[in-house]
């Protein structure tokens, strides 16, 4: 009996060492074959950028071009235009002008070959506003347009007038050299942005759909070139965006027929009933996934990383379980694999003795591409379960549907990428997905392959300067950043 015992957990263990000797001989083998991505071509020599480059950026931060929901200001969008005539003559005189709407700016570049499709670079003239309690924390002031230490400081000097002057200052240059471009060349410049974009770049994109004008590809702001963006990756990631992210607020609300004195309360009252219903929802998150722009991701960084996080990457269908719950604990990783949720608003109560009857809350969702507005709506509901908590779309918030997702293997991404690669070779360049709203949301009436990269170079502190105190740009980042649009250029329409 021992040894018929001691024969069958010796069959036992030998199975067990041979499925981990062919596991490990499968994931070393997923990681042989796990190779780079990267393209590989040489950078270009740096052309030479003009001092007065920085002096024009500096002059358009001082346009305090702030957009606020309802009202624009616009004297300042108004000066804004004069700048741009006057400080960019030949884009002003050999480009043509497009009147669409009052403050946004969109302009036509005709390329030699009108059968081409054309391609169309975005930015957005506004800002956010400065908080009046901020002010005295910035090192300079907002719309000082200061030009210290080596930076340009200001609103917009990130968000997002660096894109629009340095896309004028990259064909200003080609202009003056006498370059035509093969295929047409459109920039649309929108001026309310932050506030939804409903003004300037949906106005914009409709005019452009009736004339029945389609791009070969759009780039837009969104995604850009950071310093330690994952732990294992050692050099700067440049990011281009495929996708962004929904947005839907929800409204729940909780009608009681009956309040009452607080010294006799019923079991569940409209609060604790709405407080039950919002601690369900951020106890039951949505499903992470790894798929789209985000597994495009993870494919072209992992074989960039260090050793263990490259086996890792590698063998995503064994490692997927670690990999999504280590994602899942930090708040900008667990973005980019599932729907957020997050309540911002809450109300009930008038009185510390008096029971409401009623009380309300909205729930912001950022929704991930391949589910819907819907599909969460009737998710909140089976999560919450419960009649009395009716939930609704918020009435006065806007509502986005996720973008479709688009292609590495076209011509678009291909010459982002080259572009990126030329400029910035230290760089690892790979697709990804934007949590954030962009203007491009607007354009997908007008192209199928819709880009968000922003050929800024930052580290993880700069990033808390976007909307925030004491945001900048370097001068060297600002000339870098205008020789990119100028090679993406080049390399787009040559």
Known sequence: ?????????????????????????????????????????????????????????????????????????????????????NRFPLVDSLLERISVTDFSQVFRWPGRQADMQPILLLAHLDVVPVEDEAMSKWTYPPYSGEIADGYIWGRGSLDDKISAFAILEAIEHLLQEGYQPNRTIYLAFGHDEEVSGKAGAQTIARY????????????????????????????PLAMIGLAEKGYLTLDLQVDLPEGGHSSMPPPETAIGILARGIDLLQQSPSPARLDGATRGLFEYIGPEMDPMYKVIFANLWLTKPLLIKQLSGGNASNAMIRTTTAPTIIQGGVKANVLPTQAGAKINFRILPGETTASVTEYVREVIDDERVQVSPSADDSHQEPSPVSGTDTFGFRVIEKSIRQIFPEAVVAPALVIAATDSRHYQIVSDQIYRFQPLYLTQADLKRLHGIDERISVGNYEQAIRFYRQLISNATR
């Not at 009736?210 to 330690?228: K, M, T, W």
């Open 1 to 85: 009996m021992k040894r018929s015992r001691f024969r069958y957990l010796r069959k036992i263990l030998a199975f067990t060492a041979m499925v981990i000797i062919l596991l490990g001989l499968l994931i070393t083998i997923q990681t042989i074959r796990f190779s780079s991505r990267q393209i590989r071509i040489d950078p270009v020599a740096p052309v030479a950028i003009a001092a007065e480059a920085t002096d024009r950026l500096s002059e358009a931060i001082q346009l305090s071009t702030v957009s606020y929901p309802g009202r624009i200001d616009t004297l300042a969008f108004r000066q804004l235009d004069t700048l741009i005539r």
């Open 208 to 235: 452009f759909q009736e004339q029945g004008i389609r791009f070969e590809f759009v780039l837009d702001e969104g995604q850009l070139i950071l310093e330690n963006a994952l732990a294992g990756l050692q050099p």
